[in-house]
C-alpha cells in the first residue's frame, strides 16, 4: 500500500488530546482507578471514539485540532452530585453559628428577600464559573427556580441534572406540591431535546414533604425512570423529630412510600443504623457524601467506608456555597478520605482511588449516566479535565492519583471539555468574562450586605 | 509652616504597603481578629514602624518602595508550628496504610536509604518554596540533618525555629543522645546571630527518648529559656505503651520529668484525659494541632475547641508531608475548623477568627516568638503575607475573615515578605527558580521510585 492510500484511510475527528497521563476511571469497578501514560484520546461529535497509544491512535485518526498536555493527567470531569448553586452569592454571609440559628436568622430571610430569577440566574452564573474552573463538568442541583439553573446551565454548555424542586410550603418557585410537580415536568417537558440536561425529582427533605407527594413522587420516578433527589438522615435532630411525628425514622417512611430503589439519590446520611446500610444495599440507592457541609454545619460523619465495604454506590457533592464555602472537588475528594480514616480508625479507608472514583463515575451512577460520563471510555461524552501536576506543589510525582487527591488544587486544573467543547484553556474560563462575573457577584454583594446591616 | 518645612519633616522609610483590607491579628487576644480597611503600614529595617490610615501615613512617611495591594487582604505570615520539611521528597510516596506499615516498610526504610545532607538541603529547598507561595513565613522544624535546615532557611531568608532532634538510638544526625545534645546546640552557637533562626529542643516523642536525656533537656531549655518541640500522645497506641513500659501515661512522665511547662510544645496530643486539659492549661503548655496528619494516619482528633476553652495557647501544623501531603495552611485551617465543629457536634466551634488567630499568633506565642512576628503591630519583624481577594472563587466577599478561612486557597497568595524582603511577588518565588526547583524533585522521584521498584 502506497503512502497516499494510507493516508485515505485516515478517519478525520474533530479533535485529538494527548496528555502526559491518562486517569480514565473504567466504568467497571473501583480497583480501576490509576494512571496510565502514552495514551491519546479521538472526539469526534462530541463523544469519545478512540483511546489508543498515541502513534497507534495518529495511524487511524487525523485532526485539525491537537491538544498536548506534557504535564497534565486528563480525568474524566469531576461530578458534583450535591449543590444549590444559585446560593453561591451567599458564600461567606454567614458562618461559625448552630444549624437552626443560621437556617432561621441568615439563610431563611435572605432567601424570602433575595430569591427571585433575576438572583437565581447570577448566582447559578457565578457558580457554573467556580465549577468549571476547578474541573467539574457535571452537577446535580437542588433550589428555588430550577427554570433559572436549566438556562444557565444549558446557555454555557455544562452538564447538570435539575431538580424538580419540592416541598409542602411555598415559596418563589411554587405554590404547593401539585404546582411544584406541575412545573417541574413542564420544565423538564423544555428541555426534552436538550444533550446537557437531565431531571430529577427533587423532594426537599422527609420533613418537609408530606407522604401524597411523595408517594406521587415514588411512582412517576419508576413510571419516567427518574432519580429522586433528596436530603436524607442529614442530622439527628431529623431523625428524632421523625420519630416523633411519624413513629419511624425516616429512611423506613420513604421505604414505606417505595422511594427506596435504584432511583434515590440519599444526600448526607450522617445517621445509619446497620440494619439501614443493609437496606440501602440491598435496594441499589446510592448515598451523595458532603463531608465539609456535614462537617461545618455539625451535623454529622456519614459512614463512607462501610457504605463502600457494602458495595453502595457512593458519589461526592459540595453541598451549597454557604455551607462549605466552596464547590471545589479537590478539597472535598481530600476531606472525605481524611475524615473517613480518622473515624473508622483506619488510615487504609477511603483511599485515593476509592475518592476519586466517587467524584466521578459515582455520581455518574447515582444520577443514571453511567453509560454517558464519569469516565473516558469510548462512547462516552467528552467530558475531560486536565490537572497540572508540574507545579512545586505536586512535586516530587511518584503517584498521580494520590497527588490528585492528597496534594493537587483547584488552580492546577488547566483544561476542561464538557460534551467535547473546550470550557477552560490553560487555567481561563472560555466563555465567562472574569471582571464581568466579579462586577456582578459584588453588586450582589453590596446590595444583601446593606440591606442585613440596616435589618 | 511651609510646604518644603513639611516636606522636610517627613521620615523615609524602606517600604509603605498600602492594602485594600489589613487582618492585624493583634497579640491581644484571640476576639481582636478582623478585617480593617483604609490602612497603609510603614516598614523600616524589617520591622513595623507604623499602622495609620493612609492619608495619615503619609503625612509623616516617605518612601522609594511603596506597594499597593488594592485587591488583597494583608495579615501576618503563617506560622507552621510543625513540619519535617526535608520529608517534601517523600511527598505521596506510600499513602492510604496503616501507621506501623507505613513507618516500617516505607518510611524508615527510605529514610535509612536516602536521609544525608544533600537529600535533606534539597527537601528542605523545596518546602521553603511550598510554604512560601501558600504565604507561610515561619516554620518550627524536626527532622534529621538540622544543620541543612538551618543553612537553607538562613541561605533563602525564612523564619525557623531549628530542632535540635534527639533519639536514643543512632541516625544519620548522631550516635546517641549525647551526640545529638552536643550537635544540636554547637549548631545552635553557629546562628546565635541570625536574625532569623531560633532553635528548640526537640526529643522526637516520649517513647524514642528515655528518661536521662528528656531531664537533661527539662534543665538546659529551663537555663537557655529554649522551646522543647516533642510529639506528644500522638496516638492511643502511644498510650498503651506508656502504661505498660512506665506505668503511667506519657503526659504525666513529662510532667516527672520536669518538661511540662510554658517551654514545652506538645505536638498532636490527640489522647487527652479532662484532668490533662487542666494540666497543660495551668503549665502554660502550648499544643500544635495537625488536624491533616492526624486524620490522614488514623491517629485521633485533638480536642481543640477544649483546650481553646481552658484559654490554652493552639498553634496550627501541617506535619511533614509525607503524611499530609502538602504544606498548605489555607486547607490546615479550613480542616482544623470544621473537623473541631463535627467532633463537638457544635457549628460554632473552632471559628475563622479562632483558627486564623492560631495559624499566626498562636505559633508565634508556642515559639516564644510573641513580641517577634505573628501579628502586623508597630515593632514587630515585617513577617507578611497578602492574599488576593478578587477572584472568582473569593465572590462575593462577605467577611475577609470567613473567606480566607473557608474559601480562599494558596492559589491566592500574591506577595509575601520575611523580615521585611520580599519572597513572593505576583504569585512568583523572587529568589528561587521554579523550573530548577521542579528538575531537582524529578531527579529525587526517579532515584527513590527506581529504588523502590528493584527493592
Redesign the interface.
Known amino acids: 500500500m502506497s503512502h497516499s492510500e494510507e493516508a485515505a484511510t485516515l478517519k478525520h475527528v474533530d479533535q485529538i488530546i494527548s496528555p502526559e497521563w491518562m486517569i480514565p476511571v473504567s466504568s467497571k469497578g473501583k480497583r480501576n482507578v490509576k494512571a496510565l501514560t502514552g495514551l491519546s484520546i479521538a472526539i469526534n461529535h462530541n463523544k469519545i471514539v478512540a483511546i489508543e497509544p498515541t502513534p497507534r491512535l495518529f495511524k487511524h485518526y487525523t485532526t485539525d485540532s491537537h491538544t498536548e498536555l506534557p504535564n497534565q493527567a486528563l480525568l474524566p470531569g469531576f461530578v458534583n452530585c450535591h449543590t444549590h448553586a444559585a446560593m453561591s ?1 451567599f ?3 454567614s ?5 437552626m440559628m ?1 437556617l432561621e436568622n441568615h439563610i431563611w430571610p435572605a432567601e424570602r428577600k433575595w430569591v427571585d430569577d433575576a438572583f437565581c440566574e447570577d448566582g447559578v452564573t ?1 457558580a457554573i ?2 465549577m468549571l ?2 474541573g467539574t463538568t457535571c452537577f446535580n442541583d437542588m433550589y428555588f427556580q430550577p427554570n433559572m439553573t436549566a438556562k444557565v446551565a444549558q446557555k454555557l454548555g455544562v452538564r447538570a441534572t435539575i431538580g424538580m424542586l419540592m416541598f409542602d410550603f411555598p415559596s418563589a418557585w411554587g405554590s404547593g406540591w401539585e404546582d411544584y410537580l406541575k412545573k417541574g415536568l413542564s420544565l423538564r417537558d423544555d428541555y426534552k431535546h436538550s444533550e446537557l440536561l437531565t431531571f430529577a425529582f427533587a423532594p426537599h427533605a422527609p420533613y418537609t414533604v408530606s407522604d401524597e407527594p411523595l408517594s406521587k413522587i415514588a411512582t412517576l420516578s419508576n413510571e419516567l425512570s427518574l432519580p429522586v433527589h433528596m436530603h436524607v438522615h442529614e442530622t439527628a435532630h431529623e431523625i428524632k423529630e421523625s420519630l416523633s411525628q411519624h413513629g419511624k425514622r425516616p429512611l423506613k417512611r420513604l421505604q414505606e412510600l417505595e422511594l427506596v430503589n435504584p432511583n434515590l439519590i440519599a444526600v448526607h446520611v450522617t445517621q445509619l443504623h446497620r440494619n439501614e446500610i443493609e437496606t440501602i444495599a440491598s435496594h441499589g440507592v446510592s448515598v451523595v457524601h458532603c463531608p ?1 457541609s ?8 456519614s459512614p463512607v467506608q462501610d457504605l463502600l465495604t457494602a458495595e453502595i454506590n457512593v458519589a461526592l457533592g459540595t453541598d451549597g456555597n454557604a455551607s ?3 464547590l ?1 472537588m479537590f ?1 472535598e475528594m ?2 472525605a ?3 473517613s ?2 473515624y ?6 477511603c ?2 482511588a476509592d475518592i476519586l472514583y466517587s467524584a466521578t463515575m459515582g455520581g455518574a451512577k447515582a444520577l443514571g449516566m453511567e453509560k454517558l460520563c464519569g469516565s473516558i471510555e469510548v462512547g462516552k461524552a467528552a467530558d475531560l479535565t486536565a490537572i497540572d501536576l ?4 505536586a ?5 498521580p492519583v ?2 490528585i487527591v ?2 493537587a ?3 492546577q486544573v488547566s483544561h476542561v471539555w464538557v460534551n467535547g467543547r473546550l470550557q477552560v484553556e490553560n487555567g481561563h474560563l472560555c466563555r465567562l468574562d ?1 471582571s464581568q ?2 462586577s456582578m ?2 453588586n ?2 453590596d446590595k ?2 446593606h440591606s442585613k446591616a440596616n435589618a
Chains 1, 2 share one sequence.
Open positions: 452569592l458564600k461567606g454571609l458562618d461559625d453559628l448552630p444549624l443560621w457565578l464559573a467556580e474552573l476547578s465539609q456535614n462537617m461545618k454545619l455539625a451535623s454529622g460523619i462549605n464555602n466552596d471545589n478539597s481530600k476531606t478520605s481524611l475524615l480514616k480518622v473508622t480508625g483506619s488510615a487504609q479507608a483511599s485515593a508540574n507545579t512545586i506543589q512535586q516530587p510525582l511518584y503517584d494520590s497527588q492528597y496534594t488544587g483547584r488552580e472574569n462575573l466579579i457577584a459584588k450582589w454583594r444583601i450586605q
